[in-house]
T-cell receptor, first 110, second 117 residues
Framework: AQRVTQPEKLLSVFKGAPVELKCNYSYSGSPELFWYVQYSRQRLQLLLRHISRESIKGFTADLNKGETSFHLKKPFAQEEDSAMYYCALREKSSGDKLTFGTGTRLAVRP | GAVVSQHPSWVICKSGTSVKIECRSLDFQATTMFWYRQFPKQSLMLMATSNEGSKATYEQGVEKDKFLINHASLTLSTLTVTSAHPEDSSFYIC?????????????FGPGTRLTVT
């Protein structure tokens, strides 16, 4: 069975500080990992996916298979980054369903 | 971008009644839709996977006779909470999946808040 762990419920940083939201996974197959973000009073939306290897809104995430991690990073946090962030793993062998981590709330203080 | 709508956005019902929630993909066709449940300050828990024209696949612990899912077309899936009880009060979210050019993505609806009194 697959599992996604986000150890931090809340991460509070000052504006301009670096941010790292941790995500670890356990999965026996080849993982496909995503980060989703939910801003206040808005729906869940995709932030980035590991296969794209892209930077979105200054965020990047690298899949580390050795450490089974997919941490989300941003060098300089902005107040508008404050939101709930969910790491998710796609299980292609079981109907493409996503397994979500418990989420980390990022609070960026001015 | 792809848009998923849900209706209603919130509903209050009495214990013992049934409530239907609709999920629509507005500008694309989705062969697969997913239904999630989210409790306050908790993560999304997958309830079931809904495929157009076939029976839904329920996650372990989800009562299929209580949470009826119908996926009648490529743009509409419905979740009916039958004989609702206060413990069914929650935030229900649907998503619609698309895959193209090797990329997979789920687009999420805004959610429906159900309160059972």
């Amino acid at each position: 069975a697959q599992r996604v762990t986000q150890p931090e419920k809340l991460l509070s940083v000052f504006k301009g500080a670096p941010v790292e939201l941790k995500c670890n996974y356990s999965y026996s197959g080849s993982p496909e990992l995503f980060w989703y973000v939910q801003y206040s009073r808005q729906r869940l939306q995709l932030l980035l996916r590991h296969i794209s290897r892209e930077s979105i809104k200054g965020f990047t995430a690298d899949l580390n298979k050795g450490e089974t991690s997919f941490h989300l990073k941003k060098p300089f946090a902005q107040e508008e980054d404050s939101a709930m962030y969910y790491c998710a793993l796609r299980e292609k062998s079981s109907g493409d369903k996503l397994t979500f981590g418990t989420g980390t709330r990022l609070a960026v203080r001015p | 971008g792809a848009v998923v709508s849900q209706h209603p956005s919130w509903v209050i019902c009495k214990s013992g009644t049934s409530v239907k929630i609709e999920c629509r993909s507005l500008d694309f066709q989705a062969t697969t839709m997913f239904w999630y449940r989210q409790f306050p300050k908790q993560s999304l828990m997958l309830m079931a996977t809904s495929n157009e024209g076939s029976k839904a696949t329920y996650e372990q612990g989800v009562e299929k006779d209580k949470f009826l899912i119908n996926h009648a077309s490529l743009t509409l899936s419905t979740l009916t909470v039958t004989s609702a009880h206060p413990e069914d009060s929650s935030f229900y979210i649907c998503s619609a999946a698309v895959e193209g050019q090797g990329m997979f993505e789920q687009y999420f609806g805004p959610g429906t808040r159900l309160t059972v009194t």
